[in-house]
Nanobody, 121 residues
Framework: QVQLVESGGGLVQVGGSLRLSCAASGRTFAMGWFRQAPGKEREFVAAISASGGPTYRDSVKGRFTISRDSAKNTLYLQMNSLKPEDTAVYYC??????????????????WGQGTQVTVAS
């Protein structure tokens, strides 16, 4: 099972930016980001296909950008124009079938430990 380690979370004011990173223990293909706020269900944020095509939930379109550095086995999430509702623990993930972009929590085979993002209003 692939090991995933997130970093880059922190405290930022509304309208600010953060860049999250996820280091994988080996070669990864399709990957994604999820988030979970206190008392809420874990929800899909963004995913990138094996060929590099991105998918985003509607609430982050135009603000977040998912990317990957294949040479470093690292996934990124650039978050701009942050809002209080973006506050959550963010997790990177790999689908059970690895080549398929993960878009639901039930489809995920490997999770990172999570990194906290707090947007102060």
């Amino acid at each position: 099972q692939v090991q995933l380690v997130e970093s880059g979370g922190g405290l930022v004011q509304v309208g600010g930016s953060l860049r999250l990173s996820c280091a994988a223990s080996g070669r990864t293909f399709a990957m994604g980001w999820f988030r979970q706020a206190p008392g809420k269900e874990r929800e899909f944020v963004a995913a990138i296909s094996a060929s590099g095509g991105p998918t985003y939930r509607d609430s982050v379109k135009g603000r977040f950008t998912i990317s990957r550095d294949s040479a470093k086995n690292t996934l990124y999430l650039q978050m701009n124009s942050l809002k209080p509702e973006d506050t959550a623990v963010y997790y990177c993930a790999v689908h059970r079938s690895s080549l398929i972009p993960p878009t639901t929590p039930a489809s995920v085979g490997s999770w990172g430990q999570g990194t906290q993002v707090t947007v102060a209003s």
